[in-house]
């Protein structure tokens, strides 16, 4: 089965999906890493945060040509973004060409609390993230379910709201798993 997994940034998408990859017998796949790598090789960023401030045209060439790598793979869980926010508003992380090829059985997506997102966001020293409000996050999470059922819409694909809230990490994870199973 092909699974997407996304959330917005700092909702602990990543947490969740080391604890799957340990008991699940699916590879998860980092859509973002393959994009990051090609931009990386052809000089476009030097890191991961200049990605989304690319001009749109090479990001959906980055986009179209990692999701190629990944329409070979069976039985796979591809961590991935549903929307990414960029300057000129939310750029579309699944776009049809990509839905197309990779024909997901599921969307996963995961949800926080905003005030969560907020504090998580403000203590990861790892990233350079721009600033957004706990409003901005909440319409971010709702962009991405809108977008999730669309994306189901010409999939088919089920799609599973999984909320991972502050100190419910064990229960994220065992919802996910019940729902691979």
């Known amino acids: 089965m092909r699974v997407i997994a996304a959330g917005v940034p700092g909702v602990g998408k990543t947490s ?5 990859s340990e008991r699940a017998n699916y590879p998860i796949v980092n859509y973002g890493t393959l994009m990051f790598e090609m931009a990386i090789e052809e000089g476009l960023v030097q890191h991961r945060d200049e990605m989304r401030k690319l001009p ?4 959906r060439d980055l986009q179209k040509r990692a999701a190629e790598k990944l329409f ?5 869980i591809v961590d991935t973004h549903l929307t990414i926010k960029t300057p000129s508003g939310y750029f579309p992380g ?3 060409w990509v839905l197309e090829n ?3 059985e599921m969307i996963v ?9 907020f504090q998580r966001r403000a203590r990861d020293e790892t ?12 319409e971010h999470l709702k962009v991405n379910r809108y977008t999730a059922f669309a994306c189901s819409v010409y999939t088919g694909a089920t799609v599973l709201i999984l909320q991972n809230n502050e100190g419910e990490l064990q229960k994220a994870v ?6 691979l199973k």
């Open 127 to 138: 990233r350079e993230r721009d600033f957004e409000s706990i409003e901005e996050i909440e």
């Open 94 to 96: 699944l776009p049809i």
């Open 174 to 179: 065992e919802r996910f798993m019940e729902a």
């Open 56 to 59: 749109i045209h090479v990001q």
């Open 16 to 20: 969740i999906l080391n604890e799957v």
């Open 102 to 104: 990779m024909k997901p």
């Open 72 to 76: 070979r793979m069976k039985d796979v």
């Open 109 to 117: 997506v995961i949800e926080a609390n905003p005030e969560e997102i």
